[in-house]
């Protein structure tokens, strides 16, 4: 594969960029070789600067649940873009994805729009202190909230991937605020609670992390943390950063019936665009300024034509309920294909599904923490990537991320992906 111009315009990025990239699991570091530069996306396709093409199955890490350059979202980006970019003032639209969300999302009676998955967990951290009175919070190792300082501790993602889950610049007055459990392990969140007693504000979590790969909540974990929150006084917070309008249009509380009090989100909720989103009970919500003590803002938020394309998306979303039927099958035959072959070949390792996420770990233990997450051999699964990459499947590069699929992976797709995975695990066991 001839990928020249990318190995030139990484060498030139590394002169002014950091690493050469905006985002470090961009950089290949942990699976080897010079990351791709890419010059468009179209439907389940990526397009590098030497004009190769990918099957993907990151899909921007999330956001594009319906493929690249969706027509309906294309057009209300472009119409929006005619009358002007940001205004710094209230719109029509940010009433519109407001209500839309409001509809959507089980816990959500009022939204705050955000530019980022990051402000998303930071305001709400912050809400949930101001509101509860309260300084402490509980997360959980290998869940990934974004690059706040507070959350920089066991963090997940690429914070993992770079052999870095608790960052420096992080100061120790920030980190003991922030208390760790084990995810799935409901016995030591309860211990946390009894030695932190009325100090805890909240517990936020992934309900479904996707950030030490896909880890699925064991039976009554998160109706577990659910009863916990109400006896103690604490605010359970669901990061559905990538889960929301993902695993159900209302997200992973909608699929477990488990309602938190704050949830945050981000990447579909802008169609691309870079928006994130905080909401939850009124009473909580109108604790956030103007009306309230606890200040959030932002000179972007609401802009107009990220909300331009975040309305496209959920209104599509809303009025096509079988999008999320025909997730699950893509979801479905590829997992089954990837374990049909798995088992051909003898191989015992370990996969996590639901919906449109998944993995496969390269370890033969059952993956339902950190601990076990990490006992995947990543130098295989380098090799696994590389192998997919040859054979014109991009993987999310780390072992450490769940794949994410969209509505434009079709049958001429899902069995190239399907070849190419048994190819590419044959080559690297060989
Ligand atoms: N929360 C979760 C669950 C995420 O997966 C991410 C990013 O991947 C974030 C928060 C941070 O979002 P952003 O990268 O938009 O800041």
């Given at each position: 594969m001839n990928i020249s111009k990318s190995k030139t315009l990484f060498s030139q990025a590394q002169h002014s960029i950091p690493g050469g990239v905006n985002s470090p699991v961009r950089a290949f570091k942990a699976v080897g070789g010079d990351p791709l530069f890419i010059k468009r996306a179209d439907g389940a396709y990526l397009y590098d600067e030497d004009d190769n093409a990918f099957i993907e199955l990151i899909n921007s890490w999330g956001p594009m649940i319906l493929g690249h350059n969706h027509p309906e979202i294309k057009?209300?980006?472009?119409?929006?873009?005619?009358?002007?970019?940001?205004f710094g003032a209230p719109t029509a639209r940010e009433v519109h994805i407001a209500e839309r969300i409001v509809q959507m999302v089980p816990s959500i009676e009022k939204v705050r729009m955000v530019n980022s998955g990051t402000e998303a967990t930071m305001s709400a951290v912050r809400l949930a202190r101001g509101y509860t009175g309260r300084d402490k919070f509980v997360k959980f190792e290998g869940n990934y909230h974004g690059h706040g300082d507070a959350f920089?501790?066991?963090?997940?993602?690429?914070?993992?991937?770079?052999?870095?889950?608790?960052?420096?610049?992080?100061?120790?007055?920030?980190?003991?605020?922030?208390?760790?459990?084990?995810?799935?392990d409901l016995e030591a969140v309860k211990q946390l609670a009894e030695a932190n007693k009325g100090e805890i504000a909240a517990i936020i979590l992934e309900p479904v992390p996707g950030n030490m790969g896909l880890v699925l909540p064991k039976e009554g974990f998160l109706e577990g943390l659910r009863s916990l929150c109400d006896k103690e006084g604490i605010l359970l917070i669901f990061d559905e950063v990538m889960t929301g309008f993902r695993l159900a249009a209302g997200g992973a509380q909608e699929r477990f019936g488990v309602i938190p009090d704050l949830t945050t989100m981000g990447k579909i909720i802008g169609g691309g665009m870079p928006v994130g989103a905080y909401g939850g009970k009124k009473e909580i919500m109108d604790y956030v300024s103007p009306v309230g003590p606890v200040y959030q803002a932002g000179t972007l938020s609401?802009?107009?034509?990220?909300?331009?394309?975040?309305?496209?998306?959920?209104?599509?979303?809303?009025?096509?309920?079988?999008?999320y039927e025909q997730l699950e099958t893509i979801g479905t035959r590829l997992v089954t294909g990837v374990k049909k072959s798995l088992e051909k070949l003898?191989?015992?390792?370990?996969?996590?599904?639901?919906?449109?996420?998944?993995?496969?770990?390269?370890?033969?233990?059952?993956?339902?923490?950190?601990?076990?997450a990490k006992s995947s051999n990543t130098e295989l699964f380098g090799k696994y990537f590389q192998a997919m990459l040859k054979r014109g499947v991009y993987l999310p590069p780390s072992q450490f991320e769940s794949l994410f699929l969209s509505t434009a992976l079709k049958d001429k797709e899902i069995n190239h992906i399907l070849q190419?995975?048994?190819?590419?695990?044959?080559?690297?066991l060989s």
């Open positions: 057009e209300a980006i472009i119409k929006a873009m005619e009358n002007g970019t940001s920089l501790i066991a963090a997940g993602s690429g914070a993992i991937t770079m052999g870095a889950p608790n960052s420096p610049g992080v100061t120790t007055g920030t980190a003991k605020d922030t208390l760790l459990a084990p995810y799935n609401g802009n107009p034509i990220a909300m331009a394309a975040g309305m496209a998306m959920l209104d599509h979303l809303n009025d096509h309920p079988e999008v003898g191989l015992s390792y370990t996969m996590t599904h639901l919906g449109s996420m998944y993995s496969l770990f390269f370890t033969d233990q059952e993956v339902i923490d950190f601990e076990t190419a995975n048994e190819e590419s695990l044959k080559e690297i």
